[in-house]
């Protein structure tokens, strides 16, 4: 225990000169500060500029090891925005696997330049990342029931019967509150969730549109396209194309 103890300060009185190097120009506060704005307000080239302002101060300063210093700072950061935005009863198995694939994307950085090409991409993630979690909290705590039972049940057949039922009230009681506290319609909700969630199955999975579509119980391939071009804007397909194009280049 003492060795842990010993350690553990040691490591502590060095990171504490490297972050107080760092504070010394007080807008690097600023610049977290403004960059958690930008990607509130969905501002990806601002991010891109402030993330990148904020990677050349650490190169700016004199490091043991620079590269593993960069890693957990965009790891607490990326920590930060999930923690902070998180429904209330904790973070769902697809939340938590997002932000962990994120978290081993900045592991894999081994260079500064690395740092500099993720940036774009990580932020554009953020952004979308945000967006979503935005939509899945309520103050009303029948509709933080039903959005926590629809993200932890996402992969089944979701109706409003079997919603109410789980929260305790009339799904015609359910229903008028949903679109009061949310704006949409609870059905609208659930499609826009699948959605989402069948767009990262596009992105990190090989999985058929076919597959994509019983996975979520869309009614056929044909709707779960049809849906996915009204929120997405684009085909699943398309979708597929783009993101394996924009992707950062796996390390051979």
Known sequence: MEDFDELFYSRYRHHRQTVEALQANKKMIHLEETLIKCIENAQQEAAEEILNDILYRFVSVPYDNLIRTVQLYLTGFVSFIVRSQAIPNGIDASLFATSTALISMIDDCKET?????????LIDQLIQLHKSLSSLSSSNPYINRALQYIEEHIYEQLTLD?????????PTYLSHLFKEEMTVTMNNHINKRKISCSARDLAHTNL????????????NQSHFSLLFKKFKGMTPLDYRKIYQQSAPPEKV
């Open 208 to 219: 058929s549109l076919r597959e994509i579509s019983q996975r979520y119980h869309f009614s």
């Open 162 to 170: 079997k919603i109410a039922a789980v929260v305790g009230i009339t």
């Open 113 to 121: 330049a690395d740092f500099i090409r993720l940036g774009p991409w």
